[in-house]
């Protein structure tokens, strides 16, 4: 892996003594985004969206395919005083198809744990996926997946583990309403019921479930009653 720009051990020696002669060669130039070498077919603006102009910010590219461009660009925060400072990783975005033009970027809190995460998955230069984070897991994600601009779909996450979905098939939400149609539930990865809204009256008029799911339950369950009631009947206990 090539390294264009690396942030040396000796950082908080460097801050330690400001007056010291040449150029800060960590200090960020222009909107801090690479530019296509001369004769290259790839575009001037990567269209990167990690801010690498504050003056507590510090940026590192790397070349992680070997073509002699970087593709991955990481953000840190300067945190502390001359001689205690430490560095935070604010941001980080790739170029993952070796376009020229950066991907997915992640966005950390004042912790290093991710916040946010946005993804053009398909590559066309709009950004369809966006990820939530909370404590460092995520909680919910938002999808376009028609390619229309809009979020058309949430999935949301607990402890790790998909939990369900929200669609708008019909289109009907706006930037501040939301109003999905259907409504789909996951237990261990697999989904087990949907409900279908036909009308746009916001309430299931359909349930469809997961035929065999459901008998396992009601097997599951059964099976709990008896046990309960084994448990509770004298003389019936295990020996």
Same mark, same amino acid.
């Given at each position: 892996?090539?390294?264009?720009?690396?942030?040396?051990?000796?950082?908080?020696?460097?801050?330690?003594?400001?007056?010291?002669?040449?150029?800060?060669?960590?200090?960020?130039?222009?909107?801090?985004?690479?530019?296509?070498?001369?004769?290259?077919?790839?575009?001037?603006?990567?269209?990167? %969206?990690?801010?690498?102009?504050?003056?507590? %910010?510090?940026?590192?590219?790397?070349?992680?395919? @070997?073509?002699?461009?970087?593709? !991955?660009?990481?953000?840190?925060?300067? $945190?502390?005083? /001359?001689?205690?400072?430490?560095?935070?990783?604010?941001?980080?975005?790739?170029?993952?198809?070796?376009?020229?033009?950066?991907?997915?970027?992640?966005?950390?809190?004042?912790?290093?744990?991710?916040?946010?995460?946005?993804?053009?998955?398909?590559?066309?230069?709009?950004?369809?996926?966006?990820?939530?984070?909370?404590? @460092?897991?995520?909680? %919910?994600?938002?999808?376009?997946?028609?390619?229309?601009?809009?979020?058309?779909?949430?999935?949301?996450?607990?402890?790790?583990?998909?939990?369900?979905?929200?669609?708008?098939?019909?289109?009907?939400?706006?930037?501040?309403?939301?109003?999905?149609?259907?409504?789909?539930?996951?237990?261990?990865?697999?989904?087990? %019921?949907?409900?279908?809204?036909?009308?746009?009256?916001?309430? !299931?008029?359909?349930?469809?479930?997961?035929?065999?799911?459901?008998?396992?339950?009601?097997?599951?369950?059964?099976?709990?009653?008896?046990?309960?009631? $084994?448990?509770?009947? /004298?003389?019936?206990?295990?020996?």
């Amino acid at each position: 892996m090539k390294i264009q720009h690396v942030l040396g051990a000796a950082l908080a020696l460097s801050f330690a003594a400001p007056g010291c002669g040449g150029s800060n060669q960590n200090e960020p130039t222009g909107s801090g985004r690479s530019a296509a070498m001369s004769g290259s077919n790839l575009p001037d603006d990567d269209q990167g %969206r990690c801010d690498t102009t504050a003056p507590d %910010r510090e940026a590192s590219e790397y070349d992680t395919s @070997g073509d002699d461009h970087p593709d !991955v660009r990481r953000v840190f925060r300067r $945190v502390g005083t /001359p001689p205690l400072v430490r560095l935070i990783l604010a941001c980080r975005e790739a170029d993952l198809n070796g376009d020229g033009v950066k991907d997915v970027v992640r966005y950390y809190n004042d912790e290093g744990r991710p916040l946010r995460e946005e993804a053009d998955r398909n590559f066309d230069g709009t950004m369809d996926m966006i990820t939530y984070f909370q404590e @460092g897991r995520i909680i %919910r994600q938002e999808e376009d997946s028609n390619g229309d601009g809009r979020v058309d779909t949430k999935i949301f996450y607990e402890h790790g583990h998909m939990v369900r979905t929200e669609r708008d098939l019909a289109g009907r939400s706006t930037p501040t309403h939301w109003q999905p149609d259907r409504w789909e539930y996951f237990e261990e990865g697999r989904m087990v %019921r949907m409900g279908t809204d036909l009308d746009g009256d916001g309430n !299931v008029d359909r349930w469809d479930r997961d035929a065999v799911w459901s008998e396992q339950q009601r097997a599951d369950d059964n099976a709990a009653t008896i046990d309960e009631a $084994v448990e509770e009947t /004298p003389g019936m206990e295990d020996p």
